[in-house]
């Protein structure tokens, strides 16, 4: 499905996306690894993958992964660096992912959870493929807050995940992935005066701590000025990624991402002190992979999430408190959430 083209852009100025220097190009990657051979889960964990899926999947250990997230091209003619993956009808695109998806359970855990990301045009196929193959749980509709307008149709501004295990026994923290709200009008137990009941009254406003739902309308995509943003053109939210590795992995648990991109998975599970792996096709994203790791050395925020707390978009300046408002400059106003 996939065939070779390279476009090149020019950056705006004032642009923050991250680039490869032609340096850094040409430097040899220490954590990059391709493999020819089946691998000890030693020999992954940590790595970077350059190679096909197809290929690299028979080579990876057994019952090695406790959390997988897969972001693969949607049922779209779209291009990902040198590659074009090519859209196809249903059953051929269904038949492309079950190759890939029937290689997982050997990979994981038996308390493993797996999401799958899709838009409205795969979604179907995609839950009926990984309902072959695990118990599926839920659809994640989240919130891609642009989207191209269209004269005889609705905008198209929201995608899908699957979400899915192994098993019954399965990880979730739900404590962990709450989301700090703004209460509008706080209700007190008593009248006024009161105390508050479920919310709490903080010197930078009321809060209220309310359980995640599977509609997500708190992300950002990443774009030209977010520090985070690279050229890939599918590229998912840290945020994103910080609820699913937080909602269900624990501290040292291994996350693999079979179709890495740009690393935002494995970026992110370091940040949050997980092991982690994943597989990518294209060099470019391998090695801006790497420069992503290096730099999540001695940066490990994430936007949006703070503290231990997900915030709602938009919520800096409107009460967060100083700590999170200091780290913000005045190039960061138009991506604050």
Not at 24 to 48: N, Y
Not at 80 to 87: L, M, S, T, Y
Not at 106 to 128: F, G, I, K, N
Not at 302 to 322: C, K, L, P, S, T
Request: charged fraction near 25%; aromatic fraction near 10%; hydrophobic fraction near 35%.
């Amino acid at each position: 499905m996939y065939a070779n083209v390279y476009i090149k852009t020019m950056p705006a100025p004032r642009n923050r996306t991250l680039t490869l220097t032609e340096e850094e190009r040409k430097r040899p990657a220490k954590r990059l690894l391709t493999v020819s051979t089946p691998q000890e889960v030693d020999g992954v964990i940590g790595r970077t993958i350059h190679g096909d899926v197809l290929d690299v999947l028979p080579l990876l250990p057994e019952r090695c992964v406790d959390l997988l997230i897969a972001d693969p091209p949607y049922n779209l003619t779209k291009t990902f660096g040198k590659a074009v993956f090519r859209a196809s009808d249903n059953r051929q695109y269904a038949a492309w992912l079950e190759g890939w998806v029937a290689q997982l359970p050997r990979l994981l855990q038996p308390t493993a959870s797996v999401y799958v990301c899709c838009d409205w045009r795969c979604s179907h196929a995609v839950c009926e493929v990984l309902g072959r193959f695990f118990q599926v749980r839920n659809r994640i509709t989240w919130e891609r807050e642009k989207g191209r307008g269209a004269k005889a149709n609705w905008k198209n501004a929201s995608e899908d995940i699957w979400f899915c295990t192994v098993s019954d026994n399965y990880t979730f923290n739900l404590d962990a992935v709450k989301i700090k709200r703004r209460v509008v009008a706080p209700y007190r137990v008593g009248g006024a005066g009161g105390t508050p009941k479920d919310w709490d009254e903080t010197p930078d406003g009321n809060y209220r701590m309310t359980h995640p739902s599977n509609l997500w309308t708190d992300l950002t995509v990443p774009f030209w000025s977010m520090p985070e943003n690279t050229e890939h053109p599918t590229q998912k939210p840290e945020k994103l990624l910080a609820k699913l590795v937080l909602a269900s992995s624990n501290p040292g648990d291994v996350v693999f991402d079979p179709f890495l991109g740009s690393g935002t998975t494995a970026v992110v599970a370091k940040k949050l002190g997980r092991r982690f792996f994943g597989v990518e096709l294209d060099r470019e994203y391998c090695l801006l992979t790497e420069k992503r790791l290096e730099l999540a050395e001695h940066d490990r925020a994430i936007q949006g999430y703070e503290d231990g707390v997900f915030w709602e978009r938009n919520a800096f300046g409107h009460g967060m408190h100083g700590k999170a408002r200091k780290r913000l400059s005045t190039d960061d106003a138009d991506v604050r959430r």
